[in-house]
C-alpha cells in the first residue's frame, strides 16, 4: 500500500500498556510504511508527573515507522479533549485517520484491515466509521464477507474519514436540544442497552466521554460501523491505574491469530438484523449479570468483582 492513513495514539501514563501497545503496532505489516502520531496529555496532578514523565522518555526512543510525531501537552486535556482535538488536527491534513488509546494490542494485520476497510468503503456515505474491535459474532459459514456493520461503533481502535467527522458532533449544548425521552429509547434499542446512560452522564459532566457523542452521531444520522468478524484488537485496559475502564468487561471477543493479509470486504454489503441483535445482546442487563455468575466459579475473578462493587456501593 502506498500512502496508508497515519495512525493517532493517545497516551498518558501508563508505562508497560503503553510499551505492549507500541510493540504489538510495530509488528504490523504496514508500520514502516506508516505515520505515527502520539498524544501525550499533561499529568493531572502532582501525583501523576513522575509516570507521565516515563511514558514521555519511552516514547520519545519509539521507531519503526515511517514518521514519529510526538504532540506534548502540558495541560491535562483529559481523554476526550485530547482525542477531539488530536483527531481533528490530523484531518486537517488528511483524507482519513487510524485511532488508538495506549491499552490496546493490534493483531500484525490490523494496519492492514483498517487501511483496505477505509478504502473499500471510502464512498459509503451509510458508513461513518471502522472499527479494528469486536465482540464476538459467529459468522455465516456461507457468508462472503470477513465484516458486518452496525449501527453502534466502538472506541477501541477505529478509523475514519474527514468528510465523517467535525468538532460540532461533540457540542453538548447542540445534543442537549436535540434528545428527548423517545430519542433516547430509540438509541437503545438500536445500539445497546447502555447508550442513553452514558449520553445523559456525558451531557450531566458525570463522564469524560468523547465516545458517546461520536456514537450518538452514528444513530442520529442513522449510519454505520464496519466490524471484523475476528477482532484485530485486545483490550488490556482494565485495571485500577485505568482511567476509564476499571470494571469488568463482558464483552466476548475472539482476537484474530490466523495473520491473513487479504480480507474479504464486498462494498455493496448490508446490514442484518439478526447480526444487529446478537451485538446488542452484549450490553443488556441480563447478559452482564449472568457474566457475572460465571466468573464466580472462578477464585482469580474475585478481586475484579470486589473491586467493581466497591467503587459503585461503597463510594
Given amino acids: 500500500m502506498s500512502n496508508p492513513s497515519p495512525i493517532c495514539l493517545f497516551v498518558y501514563k501508563r508505562l508497560l500498556e503503553t510499551k505492549l501497545t507500541i510493540q504489538a503496532l510495530e509488528k504490523n505489516h504496514l508500520a514502516k510504511e506508516s505515520e505515527l502520531y502520539i498524544f501525550s496529555d499533561g499529568p493531572k496532578n502532582e501525583k501523576d508527573i513522575q509516570q507521565v514523565e516515563e ?22 486535556k483529559g481523554l476526550a479533549k485530547s482525542i477531539i482535538n488530536g483527531v481533528s488536527s490530523i484531518l486537517e491534513l488528511n483524507e482519513s485517520v487510524i485511532v488508538l488509546e495506549d491499552d490496546l494490542l493490534t493483531s500484525p494485520n490490523f494496519l492492514i484491515f483498517m487501511n483496505e476497510a477505509l478504502t473499500a468503503f471510502e464512498h459509503r456515505n451509510d458508513i461513518q466509521s471502522i472499527n479494528g474491535y469486536s465482540p464476538f459474532i459467529k459468522a455465516s459459514d456461507t457468508l462472503e464477507s470477513d465484516v458486518y456493520l452496525h449501527y453502534r461503533t466502538f472506541s477501541w481502535g477505529w478509523a475514519t474519514w474527514r468528510s465523517s467527522w467535525s468538532p460540532e458532533i461533540f457540542l453538548k449544548q447542540k445534543i442537549n436540544h436535540e434528545i428527548n425521552q423517545q430519542t433516547l429509547i ?15 452522564s456525558a451531557l450531566a459532566g458525570k463522564i469524560d466521554s468523547w465516545y458517546i457523542y461520536w456514537a450518538y452521531d452514528h444513530f442520529k444520522n442513522n449510519r454505520l460501523a464496519v466490524y471484523p468478524y475476528l477482532s484485530k484488537i485486545d483490550n488490556i485496559g482494565y485495571g485500577v491505574e485505568s482511567t476509564h475502564c476499571d470494571g469488568v468487561l463482558t464483552i466476548i471477543s475472539k482476537f484474530d491469530t490466523a495473520g491473513n493479509r487479504e480480507f474479504k470486504l464486498p462494498k455493496n454489503i448490508s446490514k442484518y438484523d439478526q447480526t444487529i441483535k446478537n451485538v446488542n445482546y452484549y450490553f443488556t442487563k441480563k447478559h452482564k449479570f449472568l457474566f457475572r455468575i460465571k466468573m464466580l466459579r472462578k477464585l482469580k475473578n474475585y478481586p475484579i468483582l470486589f473491586r467493581e462493587i466497591k467503587k459503585k456501593f461503597l463510594k
Fill in 186 to 200: 430509540d438509541f437503545d434499542l438500536k445500539c445497546g442497552h447502555d447508550m442513553s446512560v452514558m449520553l445523559k
Fill in 55 to 76: 511514558v514521555r522518555n519511552y516514547i520519545k526512543e519509539v521507531v519503526g515507522f515511517k514518521k514519529v510525531v510526538i504532540n506534548i501537552s502540558n495541560e491535562n
